[in-house]
C-alpha cells in the first residue's frame, strides 16, 4: 500500500508537470540573469523560449497522466487533469510560446531586453495553467492571482512609458477589485456548502438539507460574487471598461497574451464552476449570462466603429468577442461548450498574431498603432499585410477561416436548445457580425487601396515575428478547413466535465 | 444570535464599505487600502463560518489569502510609485491618458 501511495505520488509530479516545468524554468531564469552579461541578454530570452516548448512537451506526458490528483498529500485532490485540463494546457502553453516569439525583437528594440520578462510570462501561463485544471475555489484564486500578479507586470513593463504605467495601475486596481468579489463569493459558497471543491458544491445543490434552508441562499449569492468577479477578467458587460485602456496602454506583444491565455483560463474556470458545479442553478444564471452576453456584444462593436487606434479598436473587438462566447456558454450543453473551447482557440490565436503584427509595425516607442499607419501595407509587406487580413477575416468570421467555423458551432449551439431567448441572442450574434464587418473592413481597405506614407515605411519583418504570423496564420486556416481533429478534441472535452 | 453570525455580518458591511472606498475614493492609496479591506472582509468571513461549521479549511484558506494580498501588495505599491514618479500626481482623475 506505501508503495502504491508512492507511485500515486509521483502520478501527480507527472500529471502535473508542465506546470512544474514551466515554474522551474522560470525560477532557472531569475537565478541565471544577474550573471549573464549585458551583451549576452538573448542567452536568458532562449531559455524563456524553450522553457515554454519544454512545458508545451511535458503536456503530452501529463496527457498520458489523466485523473484526479491523489487524495494525500500533497495536492489532496485539488486539482484534476482531464480532456479539458489538457486543451488548456496545450493553448495557454502554446500561446506563451507564440508571446515570446513575438516579444524577441520587439523588447530588443525598445531597450527592455531583461530576463524576467520571460520568467513572468512563464509564471503567468502557469497560473494559468492552475486556473483551468483547479478543482477547488482557493486554487483556482491561488492560480488567478499567480497569473495576475505576473500579468500587472507585464502590463507595466515599459516602466518610463506614462501609457503603461497607467495601463498596469488601471488593470492593478480592477483585477484586485475583481479577485476580492471572487474570493467573497468563495467564502460565502464555503459558508452555505461547508466546502469549496467543486464536486462538494454539485452534491449539496443536488441533495439540499431541508434543515438548513439558509445554505442555499449563501450558495447563490456567492455564486453571483464568484461570477462579477470572473465577469471581470474574461472582461464582458458591464464589467469591461478595464479592457481598453489596459490594452492599449501594455506593451503589444504582452497585449497579445493578455487576449489570449487569461481569456481562455478564466472561461475555463468558468464552465467548471457553473456548468458543472452550479448547473443545477441553471435558471438563476442564466439571465444573468443572456443579459451579459446581449450587452457584450453590442458595447464592444459599437465603441469599435468609431476607433482611429487599432490597439484599442482590437481591444474593442476582444470585448465584443468574449460576448460571442457568452451566448454558447449560456446554451449550456455539450454542444454548447465545445463551441465555447473551439472558439477560444481559433479567436486567440488570430489575435495573437494580430497584436504580434502590430507590435513590430508601431515602430520604436508604438508611435504608429493608428489605422492610417497601416496604408499601403499590402505594396510594401505583402507578406504581412495578407496575415492581418486573414486574421481581421476570421474575427468577422469568413468562410475557409477558424472564425467562421467558431461562429458556426456558437450559432448551432444556441438554435439547438430550441429556446426563443437562445435565438434572441443569436439573431443578435448574426447583427453584430455584420455591425463587425465595417471597422474589419476598414482596416483591410486602408492597407490595399490606400497610398502608403512617403516619409515612413515599417522595417522588414524579423524571422520570429515571422515564424508567429505563420505559426498563427496556417492553423487559422488549417482550423476552418479540416476542423475535424479539433473538433473531436473539444467534444470529449465538454462530454467528459460532468 | 450566535457570534459567528455577528461576525458574518461584519465582515458584509466591511466588505460593503471597502467598495464603496473604491469607487468613491480618489487617491490611489485610499483605493488599494479599500481593496486591503475588503479582502481582510473575506478572511474574517473564512474564519466565522470555519467556527460555525467546526471545519478547520476555512482558516488555512485565510493563510493563502494573506500570502497573495501580501504578493500583491508588494506589486501594486511598486506600479503606484511608478505612476506616482512619472506623473507627479496619486490623483486618479489625473490618471487619464488613455480615455474611455
Known amino acids: 500500500m506505501q508503495a502504491g501511495a508512492n507511485l500515486t505520488g509521483m502520478e501527480d509530479v507527472l500529471r502535473l508537470s508542465p506546470i512544474l516545468m514551466a515554474c522551474g524554468f522560470g525560477i532557472l531564469i531569475m537565478l541565471v540573469d544577474p550573471f549573464v552579461p549585458r551583451a549576452r541578454r538573448s542567452l536568458t530570452a532562449n531559455l524563456g523560449v524553450v522553457g515554454a516548448l519544454a512545458s508545451l512537451a511535458c503536456v503530452f506526458v501529463s496527457a498520458q497522466h489523466m485523473g484526479r490528483s491523489y487524495s494525500g498529500l500533497p495536492y489532496t485532490s485539488l486539482i484534476q487533469v482531464d480532456d479539458l485540463s489538457i486543451f488548456m494546457f496545450f493553448a495557454v502553453f502554446s500561446f506563451a510560446f507564440l508571446a515570446m516569439l513575438g516579444s524577441l525583437d520587439y523588447l530588443e528594440r525598445e531597450g527592455l531586453q531583461h530576463g524576467e520578462y520571460y520568467a513572468l510570462v512563464l509564471f503567468a501561463t502557469a497560473g494559468m495553467a492552475v486556473m483551468a485544471c483547479a478543482q477547488e475555489l482557493v486554487t483556482a484564486f491561488v492560480g488567478l492571482e499567480v497569473s495576475s500578479i505576473s500579468s500587472y507586470i507585464l502590463a507595466g513593463y515599459r516602466r518610463n512609458a506614462p501609457k503603461s504605467n497607467e495601463s498596469a495601475l488601471k488593470y492593478f486596481l480592477l483585477g484586485s477589485f475583481a479577485t476580492a468579489f471572487f474570493l467573497y463569493g468563495a467564502a460565502l459558497i464555503f459558508g452555505g456548502a461547508g466546502s469549496t471543491q467543486l464536486e462538494a458544491i454539485r452534491e449539496i445543490i443536488l441533495h439540499p438539507n431541508p434543515l438548513r434552508q439558509k445554505e442555499s441562499d449563501l450558495l447563490v449569492l456567492g455564486s453571483a460574487l464568484v461570477l462579477v468577479g470572473l465577469s471581470f477578467k474574461v472582461a464582458t458587460a458591464p464589467f469591461q471598461f478595464w479592457t481598453p485602456d489596459v490594452y492599449e496602454g501594455a506593451p503589444t506583444p504582452v497585449t497579445g497574451l493578455f487576449a489570449s491565455g487569461p481569456k481562455a483560463a478564466a472561461f475555463a474556470i468558468l464552465v467548471r464552476v457553473f456548468y458543472s458545479a452550479f448547473g443545477s442553478y441553471r435558471d438563476t444564471w442564466f439571465w444573468a449570462i443572456w443579459a451579459s452576453a446581449a450587452l457584450t456584444m453590442f458595447m464592444g462593436n459599437l465603441a469599435a466603429l468609431v476607433q482611429t487606434n487599432v490597439k484599442r479598436m482590437l481591444a474593442y473587438s476582444s470585448i465584443a468577442h468574449a460576448g460571442y462566447i457568452l451566448v454558447a456558454f449560456a446554451a449550456n450543453s455539450q454542444l454548447g461548450i465545445a463551441a465555447v473551447l473551439f472558439y477560444i482557440l481559433a479567436y486567440a490565436l488570430v489575435k495573437l498574431g494580430a497584436f504580434t503584427l502590430l507590435g513590430h509595425l508601431g515602430d520604436t516607442g508604438e508611435r504608429r498603432v493608428e489605422i492610417q499607419d497601416l496604408a499601403g501595407l499590402g505594396r510594401t509587406h505583402p507578406f504581412a499585410a495578407l496575415c492581418m487580413s486573414l486574421y481581421l477575416l476570421s474575427l468577422m468570421g469568413l468562410p475557409i477561416t477558424a472564425g467562421f467555423l467558431g461562429k458556426l458551432y456558437i450559432l448551432k449551439a444556441a438554435l439547438d436548445a430550441q429556446n426563443i431567448y437562445l435565438t434572441s441572442l443569436a439573431i443578435m450574434l448574426a447583427v453584430n457580425s455584420v455591425i463587425s464587418a465595417y471597422y474589419y473592413l476598414r482596416v483591410v481597405r486602408v492597407m490595399y487601396f490606400s497610398e502608403p506614407a512617403a516619409d515612413w515605411s515599417p522595417a522588414p519583418v524579423p524571422y520570429p515575428v515571422a515564424a508567429v504570423l505563420l505559426f498563427t496564420a496556417l492553423p487559422t486556416v488549417y482550423l476552418g478547413l479540416f476542423p475535424d481533429a479539433v473538433r473531436v478534441m473539444v467534444l470529449r472535452s465538454a462530454s467528459t466535465l460532468r | ?100
Open chain 2, 1 to 100: 444570535m450566535q457570534l459567528e453570525s455577528y461576525a458574518v455580518i461584519l465582515s458584509a458591511i466591511l466588505f460593503g464599505l471597502g467598495a464603496l472606498g473604491f469607487v468613491f475614493k480618489r487617491n490611489i492609496i485610499t483605493i488599494f487600502m479599500s481593496i486591503e479591506l475588503m479582502l481582510n472582509a473575506v478572511n474574517l468571513s473564512f474564519v466565522a463560518f470555519s467556527r460555525m461549521r467546526a471545519l478547520l479549511e476555512g482558516q488555512v484558506f485565510v493563510f493563502f489569502v494573506i500570502v497573495v494580498a501580501a504578493a500583491e501588495a508588494a506589486v501594486g505599491m511598486a506600479i503606484i510609485l511608478q505612476v506616482a514618479r512619472n506623473r507627479q500626481s496619486l490623483n486618479i482623475e489625473r490618471i487619464d491618458l488613455l480615455k474611455l
